[in-house]
């Protein structure tokens, strides 16, 4: 599966944004999806994932109450709504898809089978 991460942008300390990630290839449905980021100098860290329905999410400390994830299987898309974003938000934010279940798992970098480029979120305070 490729996939295709849009929507960064600059945006003011406490705005909002909206990622896309856009799947083709091989059935999206089948994946499991998550959003990763890595900031200047740090390791790639999770965000956000979601099952294969969309029924079932995860989320990271950082990302508790003000991250959504959402997928439309009709539409091979993963979003990413963020709220009250923070300077310390600013990253680059990657999709990504894992085959096997992630159900109990823990939602490494490593456990995901395709990436796709990443798009630059910056949060101005």
């Known amino acids: 599966v490729q996939l295709q991460a849009s929507g960064g942008g600059l945006v003011q300390a406490g705005g909002s944004l909206r990622l896309s990630c856009a799947a083709s290839?091989?059935?999206?449905?089948?994946?499991?999806m998550g959003w990763f980021r890595q900031a200047p100098g740090k390791e790639r860290e999770f965000v956000i994932g979601?099952?294969?329905?969309?029924?079932?999410?995860h989320y990271a400390d950082s990302a508790t109450g003000r991250f959504t994830i959402s997928r439309d299987n009709a539409q091979n898309t993963v979003y990413l709504q963020m709220n009250s974003l923070k300077p310390e938000d600013t990253a680059v934010y990657y999709c990504?898809?894992?085959?096997?279940?992630?159900?109990?798992?823990?939602?490494?970098?490593?456990?995901?089978?395709?990436w796709g480029k990443g798009t630059l979120v910056t949060v101005s305070s």
């Open positions: 979601i099952n294969r329905s969309g029924g079932s999410t």
């Open positions: 990504a898809a894992a085959e096997r279940s992630m159900f109990g798992q823990r939602w490494s970098r490593y456990a995901m089978d395709y």
């Open positions: 290839g091989r059935t999206f449905s089948r994946y499991y």
